[in-house]
């Protein structure tokens, strides 16, 4: 069982297929706040502003398996782990996932 690492990403390969379109697909996600996509305002996800305390990233952590787990079908979220930008007061999810099914 192979693992990956997701990370908000800031680019997109329109070409991607199979796991690396997924993989792509969670990164978005975890690119996008709710309420800012037109089509769906749910889509995304809310993590605290201005909040680098142990508590915000539990919670954050909490929030990110719920959101890959119950948005792709087969992904397990092995680990999450942040990376902090203290100039912007930002956290920055770092998740390690497998697949069910390869």
Do not use: H
């Amino acid at each position: 069982m192979s693992t990956y690492q997701i990370s908000p990403t800031a680019s997109i390969d329109f070409g991607a297929t199979g796991i690396k379109a997924t993989l792509q697909n969670a990164s978005f996600l975890l690119s996008t706040r709710k309420g800012t996509c037109f089509m769906d305002r749910e889509f995304g996800w809310n993590p605290p502003v201005d909040e680098l305390s142990e508590a915000a990233k539990v919670q954050m952590t909490a929030e990110v398996i719920e959101l890959l787990q119950n948005s792709f079908e087969g992904m397990t979220v092995e680990e999450v782990t942040f990376e902090e930008d203290t100039a912007t007061a930002t956290l920055y999810p770092r998740v390690k996932v497998v697949f069910d099914n390869g």
